[in-house]
């Protein structure tokens, strides 16, 4: 009868070392790995694209364009138009008027030098030169996205201009341009 107890602590150590064995299979993986909880979920990533678009006026109802007329301008007059530019799209941009004489036909009786008698201005972006001396493109600044600046363009007949300008027409074509900043 001695035995019986004996079988007990035998079977109570094996069964503790089991249940030992047991637990340690369990936490010694996630122990050596060195893992922690984690937990993660997904949502959305969108882009999207800016824009850059333009809108001209002539602050005389015209939209979408500007039309500037210098009309029965005399020798020693300067006359003035303002363009209306405006950065309607959403990043800053560079605005910029293309040399104003692009397709401008040489009227009848005058010379290319008498040209140098009209002169333009963009006051605070161009200085008075004469037509034939205008830069490809004129600095009109930076506009901000949303952002209208108005642009007085001055004309200038100088007052040695003869008889030989009477009842000229000159005309040309213009293009203000937005560049992504």
Known sequence: MSLKPTTKKTLARTGAGVATLAVAAVLL??????ADFSASDTGRA???TATLT???SDGNGSQGTFDLDFLNLKPGETKSQTIVVKNSGT????A?????????????GLSTSDLA???VAIPGY????PITSLPSA??????????SRAYPVQISLDSSAGNEWQGKTLGGTATVTLDQR
């Open 117 to 119: 008698k009209l002169t």
């Open 91 to 94: 990043i800053a941009a560079d």
């Open 138 to 147: 004129i600095d009109l600044g930076t506009l901000a996205a949303g952002q």
């Open 54 to 56: 333009i809108d001209l």
């Open 46 to 48: 969108d882009v999207s």
């Open 126 to 129: 161009q200085n008075a030169v």
């Open 29 to 34: 993986p996630s122990m050596m790995t060195g």
């Open 96 to 108: 910029s008027l293309g040399n104003p004489i692009s397709g401008v036909t040489l009227p009848q």
